[in-house]
């Protein structure tokens, strides 16, 4: 896929940019690098590979996602905070109807 002159023009009317000349032309070759990137990565048979959450964590695994152990580490109080409510039930903080 590339990009014509018309194409880069219309792009900048809908986005409301001003381009003059030499900007659309320099505009023209920068997107159609990114599509011409595009259909190279696209070409690229990755059948079979698993897909990285961090990409950077493959060649640096240091620097991958740092997450932590998803334990509970407080303890259940909800009986403690509902003590002071107006009104709960079922473990639910009743409230007035706002709304009609």
Not at 35 to 47: G, H, I
Not at 62 to 73: A, K, Q, T, W
């Amino acid at each position: 896929m590339s990009l014509d002159l018309s194409d880069v023009k219309r792009i900048a009317n809908l986005a409301k940019l001003e381009l003059s000349e030499s900007e659309t032309v320099s505009t023209l070759g920068k997107l159609n690098g990114i599509f011409s990137l595009v259909e190279q990565l696209k070409a690229v048979d990755t059948t079979g590979i698993t897909p990285l959450s961090h990409p950077i964590a493959a060649l640096m695994p240091e620097l991958g996602l740092r997450l932590r152990e998803d334990i509970v580490s407080e303890p259940n109080r909800r009986d403690d905070y509902q003590v002071v409510a107006p009104a709960t039930q079922d473990g639910l903080y009743l409230v007035p109807k706002v709304l009609e």
